[in-house]
């Protein structure tokens, strides 16, 4: 089974330019994460999504990110302008909707986009 | 989201059984209790979810009081290769992305 998919691996930008962060999550998965992980901590929930729909983005900055599911498969990530505090690693992660009784469940995450603002 | 405490750090040696605990004494009734192991340069991956009592699978084990309030994660005979920061989490088993990752456990896996 393919896993979640990211591109690009690793960006390098100037403080106030734009960049985006693409995602391609694991077939059949409805739900879609973006996540930004500073170094050192943990991952912080951006948004999520169901199918081409937002559930949850109340710790997406909406100044300076947005985020779109068309058709409800790929994703963008996009930060414009970016800040020095931006630079973290973005990831993406997808899981199923409806999990069977008895059946983990659990979140794919992939490879993350490492930032780096400079 | 209920919120998790856990070591910050944990150092171990080759062979040994680790143990690492999670507090988490504001989960809800309908939360399960997730781990998930993060190496360098990677996302998380899942370890094990449980609810209550014990659950293990083929890389480690999950124990849970009765009152839900603390868990700990049991790796056996850790390798090199165990080497990682481990995150507990608590939340909607129907939501799995949703629950709220803390700073983790990092373990050093000494030889």
């Known amino acids: 089974e393919a896993g979640v998919a990211q591109s690009p691996r690793y960006k390098i930008i100037e403080k106030r330019q734009s960049v985006a962060f693409w995602c391609n999550p694991i077939s059949g998965h409805a739900t879609l994460y973006w996540y930004q992980q500073i170094l050192g901590q943990g991952p912080k929930l951006l948004i999520q999504f169901q199918n081409n729909g937002v559930v949850d983005d109340s710790q997406l900055p909406k100044d300076r990110f947005s985020a779109e599911r068309l058709k409800g498969v790929d994703s963008t990530l996009k930060i414009q302008p970016a800040k020095l505090e931006d630079s973290a690693v973005y990831l993406c992660?997808?899981?199923?909707?409806?999990?069977?009784?008895?059946?983990?469940?659990?979140?794919?995450f992939g490879q993350g986009t490492r930032l780096t603002v400079v | 989201l209920a919120k998790t405490t856990q070591p910050i750090s944990m150092d171990s040696y080759e062979g040994q059984e680790v143990n690492i605990t999670c507090s988490h004494n504001n989960i809800a009734t309908n939360d399960y209790i997730t781990w998930y192991q993060q190496f360098p340069s990677q996302g998380p991956r899942f370890i094990i979810q449980g609810y209550k009592t014990k659950v293990t699978n083929e890389v480690a084990s999950l124990f849970i009081p009765a009152d839900r309030k603390s868990s700990t994660l049991s790796l056996p005979r850790v390798s090199l290769s165990d080497t990682a920061v481990y995150y507990c989490l608590v939340g909607d088993r129907n939501n799995a992305g949703k629950s709220t990752f803390g700073d983790g456990t990092t373990l050093t896996v000494k030889p």
């Open positions: 992660a997808s899981s199923l909707v409806q999990v069977r009784l008895g059946k983990n469940t659990e979140a794919f």
